[in-house]
């Protein structure tokens, strides 16, 4: 057995606890041991001793929506007004994309992730093409490869259409789910197929729910820019009847919602929606700077919380994001609604994304028996502590204590 580590400072933040003044947190081989005032844990203490100082020891965060493979296009797409031209740019963009191009990004993507604090990933892939660096880096992940066939009207086992998933790695990584892209990309068939595969295997899923004012036309009435866009993609069904719904209750009418379930985005969720979600369990990813730079909206914060649907954060990827920096939602966040406690936010970011992902009984918050993920952001107390927090952690200020170096 190594030599215990105490950490010292002026803030610890458990999360799943008050945040404790001139706090310590006891490290012994990669795992958590103790967590209190300084004056407690350090009782009898023969160890190693780290004081950091003035500022706040902290959980690594939990990023629940990233598209690694898109990191190669960073600073190749600007912001938009209209989510519509933001996914043309994007579906051109990805198309020019080397298979070179696309492993550096998601290095890079895997490299941001680290600097910015986080210890727990939800990526979300096509191709498979970020498992293998995923398993190399020293983050914890949880890979959902995605599935996409508005045209699978007949389908059987999910291993049918896709080969990845009767794969034995597929089979035996227990952070491998499957995952929908969308509505308006994925037929009722499919969106059972993959709920199927998942449910039999107990792991998450995650889709892409109410990103775009298209989406709501195109159930509300079966045409507009969606249905041009799969008629151009030779994936449109001639005889397709839309349903008629909102996104939750669509979804919720297929029996894909639930607490497994992470819908991402919701910027076009109305209060029934928020409804269905909250008696469903079903968990919604915020990422709210992604949903302002790719012209999305705004998800109705308010209104989930009001309804109590279960939230979680994200970032989505470098084709529709400034950074992968999860600080940066906590921010936008804080700065957007203040009438909520500020380390409401820091809560998302951290034990509801670590449940969300099925992680929470080893990462999220700092307790006894927990991974020794947590870094160490500096405050100079001249200022609301929870804005200088994110604010300082926005500008990647963040520092790793233990472990989880790349």
Same mark, same amino acid.
């Given at each position: 057995?190594?030599?215990?580590?105490?950490?010292?400072?002026?803030?610890?933040?458990?999360?799943?606890?008050?945040? !404790?003044?001139?706090?310590?947190?006891?490290?012994? /081989?990669?795992? !958590?041991?103790?967590?209190?005032?300084?004056?407690?844990?350090?009782?009898?203490?023969?160890?190693?001793?780290?004081?950091?100082?003035?500022?706040?020891?902290?959980?690594?965060?939990?990023?629940?929506?990233?598209?690694?493979?898109?990191?190669?296009?960073?600073?190749?797409?600007?912001?938009?007004?209209?989510?519509?031209?933001? &996914?043309?740019?994007?579906?051109?963009?990805?198309?020019?994309?080397?298979?070179?191009?696309?492993?550096?990004?998601?290095?890079? $993507?895997?490299?941001?992730?680290?600097? %910015? $604090?986080?210890?727990?990933?939800?990526? !979300?892939?096509?191709?498979?093409?970020?498992?293998?660096?995923?398993?190399?880096?020293? &983050?914890?992940?949880?890979?959902? %490869?995605?599935?996409?066939?508005?045209?699978?009207?007949?389908?059987?086992?999910?291993?049918?259409?896709?080969?990845?998933? *009767?794969?034995? =790695? *597929?089979?035996?990584?227990?952070?491998?789910?499957?995952?929908?892209?969308?509505? %308006?990309?994925?037929?009722?068939?499919?969106?059972?197929?993959?709920?199927?595969?998942?449910?039999?295997?107990?792991?998450?899923?995650?889709?892409?729910?109410? /990103?775009?004012?298209?989406?709501?036309?195109? &159930?509300?009435?079966?045409?507009?820019?969606?249905?041009?866009?799969?008629?151009?993609?030779?994936?449109?069904?001639?005889?397709?009847?839309?349903?008629?719904?909102?996104?939750?209750?669509?979804?919720?009418?297929?029996?894909? +919602?639930?607490?497994?379930?992470?819908?991402?985005?919701?910027?076009?969720?109305?209060?029934?929606?928020?409804?269905?979600?909250?008696?469903?369990?079903?968990?919604?990813?915020?990422?709210?700077?992604?949903?302002? @730079?790719?012209?999305?909206?705004?998800?109705?914060? *308010?209104?989930?919380?009001?309804?109590?649907?279960?939230?979680?954060?994200?970032?989505?990827?470098?084709?529709?994001?400034?950074?992968?920096?999860? @600080?940066?939602?906590?921010?936008?966040?804080?700065?957007?609604?203040?009438?909520?406690?500020?380390?409401?936010? +820091?809560?998302?970011?951290?034990? =509801?994304?670590?449940?969300?992902?099925?992680?929470?009984?080893? &990462?999220?918050?700092?307790?006894?028996?927990?991974?020794?993920?947590?870094?160490?952001?500096?405050?100079?107390?001249?200022?609301?502590?929870?804005?200088?927090? %994110?604010?300082?952690?926005?500008?990647?200020?963040? =520092?790793?204590?233990?472990? @989880?170096?790349?």
């Amino acid at each position: 057995m190594g030599e215990m580590t105490a950490h010292l400072s002026r803030w610890v933040l458990p999360v799943s606890a008050p945040p !404790i003044r001139d706090g310590a947190v006891l490290v012994d /081989e990669g795992q !958590i041991r103790a967590v209190g005032p300084a004056s407690e844990v350090l009782k009898g203490f023969q160890g190693s001793l780290r004081d950091h100082g003035t500022g706040a020891i902290l959980p690594g965060l939990v990023n629940c929506h990233t598209h690694l493979e898109f990191s190669a296009l960073a600073g190749k797409i600007m912001p938009q007004l209209r989510w519509e031209d933001w &996914l043309e740019m994007n579906l051109a963009a990805s198309a020019s994309l080397s298979p070179r191009d696309k492993e550096a990004g998601i290095l890079r $993507g895997l490299a941001d992730l680290h600097r %910015y $604090g986080t210890a727990l990933v939800g990526d !979300i892939s096509n191709t498979g093409d970020s498992l293998a660096h995923l398993a190399a880096s020293p &983050l914890e992940y949880r890979l959902f %490869y995605e599935c996409l066939g508005f045209n699978l009207l007949d389908l059987g086992p999910l291993e049918e259409a896709f080969p990845f998933f *009767a794969t034995s =790695q *597929a089979r035996d990584d227990l952070n491998i789910s499957a995952a929908a892209h969308a509505p %308006y990309s994925v037929s009722p068939a499919l969106f059972r197929a993959v709920s199927q595969w998942n449910s039999c295997r107990r792991r998450p899923q995650a889709v892409h729910l109410g /990103e775009s004012a298209a989406e709501l036309d195109f &159930l509300a009435r079966g045409d507009g820019f969606f249905k041009d866009l799969l008629q151009t993609r030779g994936r449109w069904v001639p005889d397709f009847t839309p349903p008629g719904m909102t996104p939750a209750a669509y979804l919720q009418s297929l029996g894909f +919602l639930g607490p497994d379930t992470l819908a991402v985005h919701g910027t076009r969720l109305d209060a029934g929606d928020c409804r269905v979600l909250a008696r469903s369990r079903t968990w919604v990813i915020l990422c709210p700077r992604a949903n302002t @730079f790719t012209g999305g909206g705004s998800p109705p914060v *308010a209104e989930l919380l009001q309804a109590g649907v279960s939230l979680a954060l994200g970032t989505d990827s470098l084709a529709g994001n400034y950074d992968l920096n999860l @600080f940066g939602e906590m921010l936008w966040l804080y700065r957007h609604y203040p009438q909520y406690p500020g380390d409401l936010w +820091l809560y998302l970011g951290t034990l =509801q994304g670590a449940q969300a992902l099925h992680r929470h009984q080893d &990462l999220g918050s700092l307790e006894p028996g927990k991974k020794a993920a947590l870094g160490f952001i500096p405050l100079s107390g001249r200022q609301d502590f929870w804005e200088e927090l %994110y604010l300082n952690g926005a500008a990647g200020e963040w =520092q790793w204590l233990d472990g @989880f170096s790349l």
